[in-house]
T-cell receptor, first 115, second 113 residues
């Protein structure tokens, strides 16, 4: 049981390049989330999914796209990377829970630098 | 709108002393409150949560938190700090029947030998 895994762990991009971050979970969780972590700003929600085939916008969705084609995977795409997207990206997952009380479990993070 | 405040960027405490990391929140309706810890170069790890019931919640690694509805606070505490507790601590809140968790900006705990 690996929990939540993220690929890659590190990446350096040039401005304008594109890339996809992969998140996978083996806990059969319904909900998955993508956050970015920046110094002094805590974690901010980019996009999330409440089930296979669904996606929704979070606090800071601009410049990112997501897809949830399979229940266990949640992909985060950057179509045209900008230096402002330099950050550490975390994926998380949780069960739906009737009253949304369930704990979110986090992956180890992806450190992205955009030059 | 939901919000979480962690008023201290850093808390310093000597090993063996009690520690408190503060968190206040603003949310409509009953809150669901969480504490997470982040060690260097790692993802967030769940410590404890308050959903309902007893205001004192016990969690991992000897940590506990007290829910105070009148003060809208959920402070994290530990009776005796360890050097290994040094990490970044995040408070988070979710309002009833919403999908999203809102995180505070984090408090760095430094425990000195």
């Amino acid at each position: 049981n690996a929990g939540v895994t993220q690929t890659p762990k590190f990446r350096v991009l040039k401005t304008g390049q594109s890339m996809t971050l992969l998140c996978a979970q083996d806990m059969n969780h319904e909900y998955m989330y993508w956050y970015r972590q920046d110094p002094g700003m805590g974690l901010r929600l980019i996009h999330y999914s409440v089930g296979e085939g669904t996606t929704a916008k979070g606090e800071v969705p601009d410049g990112y796209n997501v897809s949830r084609l399979k229940k266990q995977n949640f992909l985060l795409g950057l179509e045209s990377a900008a230096p402002s997207q330099t950050s550490v990206y975390f994926c998380a997952s949780s069960n739906s829970g009737l009253y949304h009380t369930d704990t979110q479990y986090f992956g180890p993070g992806t450190r992205l630098t955009v030059l | 709108a939901q919000s979480v405040a962690q008023p201290e960027d850093q808390v310093n405490v000597a090993e063996g002393n009690p520690l408190t990391v503060k968190c206040t929140y603003s949310v409509s309706g009953n809150p669901y409150l969480f504490w997470y810890v982040q060690y260097p170069n790692r993802g967030l790890q769940f410590l404890l949560k308050y959903i309902t019931g007893d205001n004192l919640v016990k969690g991992s690694y000897g940590f506990e938190a007290e829910f105070n509805k009148s003060q809208t606070s959920f402070h994290l505490k530990k009776p005796s700090a360890l050097v290994s507790d040094s990490a970044l601590y995040f408070c988070a809140v979710r309002a009833y029947n919403t999908d999203k968790l809102i995180f505070g900006t984090g408090t760095r705990l430094q425990v000195f030998p």
